[in-house]
């Protein structure tokens, strides 16, 4: 139940009066309305309010059912219009039976004008910034006589609503919009009892319900509608006691609502928190116990030296100008860079396992960026299929939405099964690194885009997904903030495990992550 729901339901108690008890000592709300009665025929003999043609006197018949008698006709049974039972000592009264209205006027002087936009709809109170208007540029509908103490209810859009209760006085008269129904209680009747009454989950149906509320884009009641809605009206006392306990519990439905709000943001992010604690254990090396017969990550790196080292003896790959070799030595992390030795503990994150390496991403593989098209060279559905950032869809690859290229395109700039596609430049600094798996071949990738190539791309590609890259990425300083560069890429610290241990961390992640999406 968030607070709105919870504030709607505290509402529908208190107007069922299920919310404080009744006291058989209270004046019956019948003694009100017959007040009401004479309060009424006072007004009419002075002239301040009209005689109603038809008036509606509701009672509860002997088998204690509700009836009306409207005007001279035979009293009817109401019991099926009736939303809800009543204690004994309430009774039901048309909403126009019990309140009144000051008629309108055109201005004629200086005025605090009164329109939808002068209520706040969240607290339902008058914004504290008057209007002022002076009588010749005065709108057509600013009409309504006001006075302190008076209902002020929109039968624009009712939904909404832009109600409140005329709790101050004006610098100058005020006038209220005609999209306005002004309510003025009659005799004691509490005004805070029927503002809220008005603002129930029941009254809402009534206001609301298409065969009440005209119009699509701006539906609206009108007063004969609205002045015929059911009021169940409690005794005086009980109508005070009701509101008081109403507005004690006001401030613990707003902690309430910071609290659900806090727990639904909670709610919705935790899934991703999760994901990015669970892919920061694993690349810790916390995710998946160790095992001592896994052969260390430290060979699988001799062994890519010594394979590089065949590769450019072959002339099949180019020397690293810059090769790097993390070691340790003395309990400390030392690079090995352009034949000068340093202590790179600065640098380094955490701590890893006994049997795990830190090196730089360049030792694991290469990379290469995209290019820039020309429009000529695109087509619709003709040619080579070129990759993009959007076609990195929540870590996986969506060929959704393609652009295809008709010129010749230069190896470097194709990608193949089993590259890591990676967002090299974004606009949004959190989309710079996004990547996936290519999991096809024979397709180029564009310019802003960098491709990794790697067999150990699983890997790399988890880690890459983790808050440790990110912290990473954040701390680096570059003129252009949402882009990585190739040599910003190839010199990330990533900490390698043994190619067993990579092996079980990827399954494991696997196999936890499709449960995330169930949360």
Known sequence: MNAQQLKNSILQMAVQGKLVP?????????????R??????????????????????????????????????????IADEVPFEIPESWEWARLGTVVFNHGQKQPISFFSYIDIGSIDNNNQTLNSKESFVDAESAPSRARKIVMLGDILYSTVRPYLHNMCIVNREFAHEPIASTGFAVLACHADLYNQYLFYYLMSPSFDSYANDTENSKGVAYPAINDDRLYKALIPIPPVKEQHRIIDLYLSLAPYIKEYDKA????????????????????????????????????????????????????????????????????????????????????????????????WCWCRLGELGDTNIGLTYKPSDKTVSVGVLVLRSSNIQEGVMDYADCVYVSCEIPEKAMIHK??????????????????????????????????????????????????????????????????????????????????????????????????????
């Open 22 to 34: 009744q006291d058989p000592n209270d004046e019956p709300a019948s003694a009100l309305l017959d």
């Open 36 to 77: 009401i009665r004479s309060e009424k025929e006072k007004l009419i003999k002075e002239g301040k309010i009209k005689k109603e043609k038809n008036p509606s006197i509701i009672f509860r018949g002997e088998d204690n059912l509700p009836y009306e008698k409207v005007g001279k006709n035979e009293p009817v049974c």
């Open 260 to 355: 659900e709000t806090k727990l639904s943001r909670l709610n919705a992010i935790f899934p991703d928190m999760l994901k990015k604690s669970i892919l920061q254990q694993a690349v810790m090396g916390k995710l998946v116990p160790q095992d001592s017969n896994d052969e260390p990550a430290s060979v699988l790196l001799e062994k890519i030296r010594a394979e590089k080292d065949a590769l450019i003896k072959a002339g099949k790959l180019k020397k690293d100008k810059h090769e790097s070799i993390i070691y340790r030595r003395d309990n400390s992390h030392y690079e090995k860079l352009d034949g000068v030795e340093r202590c790179i503990d600065d640098e380094i994150p955490f701590d890893i396992p006994y049997n």
């Open 418 to 519: 089993g590259d890591l596609l990676i967002c090299a430049r974004n606009g949004s600094r959190s989309l710079v690194g996004k990547c996936a798996i290519v999991d096809k071949d024979g397709m180029a990738f564009g310019a802003f885009m960098a491709k990794f190539m790697s067999p150990y791309n699983p890997y790399i590609k988890l880690f890459l997904d983790s808050p440790i890259f990110r912290n990473q990425l954040d701390g680096v300083k570059t003129e252009t903030i949402n882009q990585i560069t190739q040599e910003m890429l190839k010199n990330q610290l990533i900490p390698i495990p043994p190619l067993c241990e990579q092996n079980r961390i990827i399954n494991e992640v696997n196999r936890i992550v499709p449960y995330l999406a169930k949360l």
